[in-house]
């Protein structure tokens, strides 16, 4: 494929495992991120597949989303598919109970993160009539559970960003596509457990969980449909999980 794509949080888990199988079939990359030195060897390790760019910028930094986009060079200015993958989750509390750096973390980089980066980039599409936006939601967006408060309402924000960017941007001839994984061993419990490693591995201990490899393979058997076929709204769960709470765990 001689497209160019743009993934966001691309230094670890679903972003880079995408960015990983792009490279494989010769798509052409940037990669975005915070961690420079995770980027720096992503761009050695994929630059032998296929070429690749890399940003450093913080999606929560409407400045920095919007000169990091404008200073790509010509020749990478042209990006065909938007994977908007950035996000995190920030505690576990129940909403009296919550702490508001975590709420503003989750809504600044799940919802206003997405919205800078979309805003940068979607103009680059409705120029050309074409393009395809994949946003990577959860299953948070499609129900609430204990605890989940403010994650779930920024998740159900992109569920709602999602249907809306489909309609406006339908007389462009954009796609636009989200994929809802229900549990997958990544660093997402690392970080809504600040670094309580062992708190973090009971969330996939007694089932097989998605892996982020899993959700690469889906994005690109999205991307690689053809153009006339739009796969729309995706839910994906390991096995082992019926909901976002109900588990069969051995």
Request: aromatic share 8%.
């Amino acid at each position: 494929m001689n497209q160019t794509a743009f993934i966001t949080g691309a230094t670890s888990g679903i972003g880079k495992a995408t960015a990983e199988l792009f490279a494989e079939n010769q798509i052409r990359l940037i990669l975005c991120g915070r961690r420079k030195e995770r980027l720096e060897e992503l761009q050695k390790k994929l630059g032998k597949l296929t070429d690749v760019i890399t940003l450093q910028f913080d999606v929560r930094n409407k400045e920095e989303v919007f000169s990091a986009i404008n200073s790509l060079p010509k020749n990478f200015s042209d990006i065909d598919i938007l994977i908007n993958n950035a996000g995190n989750a920030h505690g576990l509390s129940s909403i009296q109970d919550g702490d508001i750096d975590d709420w503003d973390a989750m809504l600044d980089i799940n919802v206003k993160g997405l919205l800078y980066v979309s805003k940068a980039i979607i103009p680059k599409m409705t120029e050309k009539n074409r393009g395809f936006i994949v946003n990577i939601g959860s299953i948070a967006g499609k129900e609430v559970y204990p605890n989940g408060n403010v994650y779930c309402a920024s998740k159900h924000a992109v569920n709602a960003l999602n249907k809306a960017m489909r309609i406006d941007l339908n007389k462009h001839n954009i796609r636009v596509s989200a994929i809802h994984p229900g549990a997958v061993e990544t660093e997402f419990s690392d970080v809504r457990f600040k670094g309580d490693t062992e708190k973090a591995k009971t969330v996939y201990s007694g089932y097989n969980a998605l892996q982020a490899e899993d959700i690469a393979d889906i994005i690109y058997f999205v991307i690689t449909r053809p153009y006339h076929v739009n796969i729309e709204d995706l839910v994906v769960y390991p096995t082992a999980q019926a909901t976002a709470t109900i588990m069969n765990k051995s």
